[in-house]
Structure formats: structure tokens, C-alpha cells
């Protein structure tokens, strides 16, 4: 077995603070099938990566925008 070349691994730097809470949530739009969610970005030291909708206790699929449109 030979060497390899080196490589550099580098870790995420842990959190010093929890992103903030969404403030502004809205319905933007709304039908008898559909919803559209809005709320202002949440913010924390490193970014936030993606928001997760929760409907009657279960986490929809996670978005990385600041809407979310939901079927009823």
C-alpha cells in the first residue's frame, strides 16, 4: 500500500447562539386547497441552512426559502 497525497479535513465550527425564531409569519395566499406561507428570515452566527414547516405535529419537507406553499 502507497501513501497518498495529503488532503486537508476541516469541521464545522459549532454554534455559539440558536438561529432566532421566524418572526412575521403570514399567509400570503390562500384557497380552498392551498396555502402559502411567508415569514421573515431567522438569523444566527454561522447561517441558516433551511426552515421546516410543521403541520398537525408533522415536519414537512424542509425549504431554504422564506415561503412555503402547502396543499390542504
Known amino acids: 500500500m502507497s501513501e497518498s497525497d495529503p488532503f486537508l479535513v476541516t ?5 455559539t447562539w440558536p438561529p432566532v ?20 428570515p431567522s438569523t444566527d452566527d ?3 441552512a433551511s426552515y421546516v414547516v410543521t403541520r398537525n405535529g408533522v415536519d414537512l419537507p424542509a425549504t ?3 415561503t412555503y406553499t402547502d396543499g390542504l
Open 21 to 40: 425564531v421566524p418572526q412575521n409569519l403570514r399567509a400570503t395566499s390562500r384557497s380552498t386547497t392551498q396555502i402559502i406561507l411567508a415569514w421573515d
Open 46 to 48: 454561522t447561517g441558516v
Open 11 to 15: 469541521t464545522p465550527t459549532a454554534r
Open 64 to 66: 431554504t426559502q422564506t
